[in-house]
């Protein structure tokens, strides 16, 4: 196939597609043989600070399976170093932040994010990466939204129950909002600098937020992802939204304006279209459902497939990202089943 | 106060009362001094199966604040000794099983519950609270519900994804359901022997229920606890099902059949009593509220109040349990503005 497939963002705008688009979240990673091969000689910040690193982990995937779109290879904490933020990832707990933000002279310390100075790096990657994929799949851009990252930068580390980030949030107003702000300001740039460089959709995590109530939600979320889908509208690019365990937070979400609305196993998408009504949606297979089986891959891939119903505006993806212990054929299984081959 | 108070139990009966009942999930526990002294002579198991220290920790907190309610000192793990499941619990890590139930000859050397044989020291402590709070306040038992259980017992210990729990689920449907149809009868004799033993109301905790998406907890969780609260049925005290995240699962929990609908701080009250009607709810602070200043407390908890609205059948309580950190003035704050002092 030499001719350039839109499928996926067809999908994004809610037009009719040949069939129903799918990628993955984290479709480069620890459950392809050949990434493991490359984390044996690499960690992963050079990885993703190489730009002829980056483009070859992206492009592994597609080597192997029918993808209908390249996401760029990264890490959401990349631009945190512009703003100022020291970081290191540690194998098996995440991110581990230098001095994590307590309080308003740590949020008064940093820098809005300048991403040509700050992350060349991303944007080399992403036009590398553009000319190649020319005749094959869209390009993914993508960044962490304001609170899933603020709440790497206040708890210093992953953390469950995000007490600290809530503390910061319910006591000291002033510097979460003045925190969320430069988050937005610097998501926003990051975002629209990968556009320029050729991603031609972006999508932003907000992995964690499922943990608010919906009313915090409003108050402290809200204003700043709709700052950065706001600044998108111009560069006229789908946008993709999304969180988990988002199900009474979805209305709000949409409020926000991206373009399509990623959603995990939790809400059914039948569910998600009754209530968001004309947007696309993303998801939403259990991403353990990719750890049994091809025959139980099957089953509940045509489940969703059912629950879609065909409807425009669907683009097939996991609830959450692809886990390493992921067997390949059932990746590949997956695949052809939403194609229908 | 020498008479009895029964405010709780009203608003599991959707009866009238005369200010909004609260109690505390984990309301004995770490937060409080006079419980980490037991603690340093004592481990957690061996409080639990001591009838006299678990009737101790019971009455802790009831000697210091004004609840509505007394919740029996014990742990989810208890009774699955009786089952013929070795564990430990480790400080830090929780529950850590010794052989995981992995495959169907696992679940067949399982035996059900004899809470006589069993658990003799629940059903002692049981009724030595029920002589001590006779004028005082209600007394509730409680148990783990079968999926929270299952998916330890298939973990091994607490995990986040779930992926060994929903593995076996999808992939060994006989396995799992014998293992489930084993932890409903054994969970329904430890709660009617509860009940027998004094309980005025008992609790089933699904804390991690959440995990699943709607269609498979229909399949594979919801006739475990509908069987549980069949067989409590002819006990007629209340019943309360309490899990977290489950916003999508509420409709279905309720068909479960338990009186009182307990539900974390992600849906608000007046969202769920559109969506369940005649039912009671139980909740739903965010317990990291708990961790901030009397005022913030304050505020958080009138709105609660605001959108429960009068109406008959709430119960205050957190969304989750008591952190270990919680300062004791917050939780006195939180009574007496839920109280109306």
Redo the contacts between chains.
């Keep these: 196939m030499n001719s350039f497939n839109d499928r996926f963002l067809r999908a994004c705008r809610r037009e009719a597609v040949d069939r129903t688009p799918i990628w993955l979240m984290r479709q480069a990673g620890r459950y392809m043989p050949e990434y493991r091969a490359l984390r044996e000689k690499w960690d992963l910040l050079t990885m993703c600070r190489t730009p002829e690193l980056a483009v070859e982990v992206t492009l592994q995937p597609l080597a192997r399976f029918d993808l209908d779109a390249a996401i760029l290879f990264s890490d959401i904490m990349i631009p945190l170093r512009g703003m100022g933020i020291e970081f290191e990832i540690r194998e098996n707990v995440g991110p581990v932040i230098a001095e994590p933000v307590r309080e308003e002279r740590d949020v008064e310390r940093l820098r809005v994010v300048n991403p040509e100075q700050d992350v060349p790096f991303v944007l080399d990657a992403l036009k590398m990466l553009r000319r190649e994929l020319e005749t094959r799949v869209p390009l993914i851009g993508f960044a962490g939204a304001p609170f899933t990252l603020a709440s790497y930068l206040i708890e210093g580390q992953g953390a ?4 600290r980030t ?2 910061l949030m ?2 000291n107003p002033a510097a979460w909002h003045a925190l969320m702000n430069k988050l937005a300001d610097s998501i926003a740039a990051y975002l629209c600098a990968q556009v320029g460089a050729g991603a031609q959709a972006v999508q932003l995590f907000d992995s964690w937020v ?1 943990a ?4 915090d939600y409003h108050q402290f979320v809200l204003p700043y992802t709709q700052k950065i889908f706001d600044a998108l509208k111009v560069t006229d690019v789908p946008t993709i939204h999304f969180g988990t ?1 988002t ?2 937070l979805l209305e709000m979400m949409n409020e926000a304006g991206a373009s399509v609305m990623g959603i995990d ?4 998408l039948s ?1 998600a279209w009754a209530r968001l009504g004309d947007v696309a949606l993303q998801g939403n297979l ?4 990719l ?3 091809p025959q ?1 891959v099957e089953t ?1 891939a045509r ?1 969703i497939l059912h629950d879609a119903h065909g409807r425009r505006g669907h683009i097939f993806n996991l609830g959450h990202g692809v ?1 390493p ?1 992921t067997p390949l054929e059932n990746v590949e299984r997956l695949i052809q089943v939403v194609h229908g081959d």
């Design positions: 469950r129950e995000l007490v809530k503390q319910y006591t499922g608010l109530a919906p009313r365990g199900a009474m196993w939790r809400v059914p569910n259990d991403p353990v459902v750890l049994t089986t139980v509940h489940r886990l212990n």
